[in-house]
């Protein structure tokens, strides 16, 4: 079965500098979130979409946006990288069931800001 | 606001013993509730699901019984293998009739079988 894609699964940048994630969910699936998990921590909520608009925002600095495209796709834009955004970044899709519906998480992609 | 709490690890077991990982949670209304698995170096994998109360999810040997009187989610094996080395998040999903659930996550449990 089709799974959510993530890439780059690695990543590494500089200081200051701009990263951007790309999530492809699974098939007919609408829906997709981004967490970010610390080394040692348990995922955030970052940002999530529905249907290309923004359902719901947790803990996302400012320095990071998202979007959702007409394919479901979708990509975490991050800008003035600091150190403290190196972690492993989630993208997770759904299909509303109500709910009962699941979300179902990519590798992820793992930034390294140095 | 929602949250999760899990038992403090880790926790180490010797192959075939039996395995509980507690789980409470704090939420208004009817959460979905959730145990997720991390291999090393890879993504979360759905282990298990309940959504209503007494509800009892199961996979691969592993159980979890959505016990809202006691806001509680354990996981339990009967006889744990060294594959089952990993960490394992307990989450929550808000009700509330909406598609658009964040996940709210435990702080994991890790979770090493020896031989």
Sequence with gaps: ?114 | GNSVTQMEGPVTLSEEAFLTINCTYTATGYPSLFWYVQYPGEGLQLLLKATKADDKGSNKGFEATYRKETTSFHLEKGSVQVSDSAVYFCALRASGGTSYGKLTFGQGTILTVHP
């Design chain 1, 1 to 114: 079965a089709a799974g959510v894609i993530q890439s780059p699964r690695h990543l590494i940048k500089e200081k200051r500098e701009t990263a951007t994630l790309k999530c492809y969910p699974i098939p007919r699936h609408d829906t997709v979130y981004w967490y970010q998990q610390g080394p040692g921590q348990d995922p955030q909520f970052l940002i999530s979409f529905y249907e290309k608009m923004q359902s719901d925002k947790g803990s996302i600095p400012d320095r990071f946006s998202a979007q959702q495209f007409s394919d479901y796709h979708s990509e975490l834009n991050m800008s003035s990288l600091e150190l403290g955004d190196s972690a492993l970044y989630f993208c997770a899709s759904s299909f509303p069931q109500g709910n009962t519906d699941t979300q179902y998480f990519g590798p992820g992609t793992r930034l390294t800001v140095l």
